[in-house]
């Protein structure tokens, strides 16, 4: 019998942020301070927990979004903003930001991939644009 990472080996999926614990963003210093915010509040998680980087990288999206200026004046300009904006986080990949210009939620448009080498994730070769599904018109 094969041990998961034997049988996950190989495995591709899509990355849009900087992955903790891939050697290129070793000395990357917003792979740093997660790492020194996720030993403070949370040093029993796993340094791949991919959940806890999302979430903190989201908080912070958040926190930047909301001190656009104008941002908190109502939610209506909240969006006008947003929309007019592009939003570079730290803990992107190089040459991906938020772009929420189009109809939609999803606000990313490009995505490395990634493939696992039975340690870790590894992303590799060039950015591919992302598909969006169109908005639905009744």
Same mark, same amino acid.
């Given at each position: 019998?094969?041990?998961?990472? %034997? ?6 999926? $899509? ?20 790492? %020194?915010?996720? %030993? ?33 004046? $109502?939610?209506? %300009? ?18 991906? =930001?938020?772009?929420?210009?189009? =109809? ?7 995505? $490395?991939?990634?493939?696992y080498?039975?340690q ?19």
């Open positions: 019998s094969q041990g998961s990472e %034997e049988i996950t080996k190989g495995t591709i999926s $899509s990355f849009f942020l900087k992955v903790p614990g891939d050697p290129q963003w070793d000395k990357d210093p917003a792979i740093k301070q997660y790492l %020194e915010w996720k %030993e403070k509040f949370f040093p029993q998680a796993s340094e791949g927990d991919f959940m806890l980087l999302l979430g903190y990288h989201s908080a912070q999206s958040l926190v930047k979004a909301l001190s656009l200026p104008g941002a908190l004046v $109502s939610r209506e %300009e909240f969006v006008k903003v947003l929309r007019q904006t592009k939003l570079k986080m730290d803990l992107l990949l190089p040459g991906i =930001e938020y772009d929420f210009s189009q =109809e939609g939620i999803f606000g990313l448009r490009r995505v $490395s991939l990634g493939r080498d039975g870790s994730w590894k992303t590799e070769g060039d950015l591919r644009d992302v598909m969006l599904p169109q908005p639905v018109r009744p």
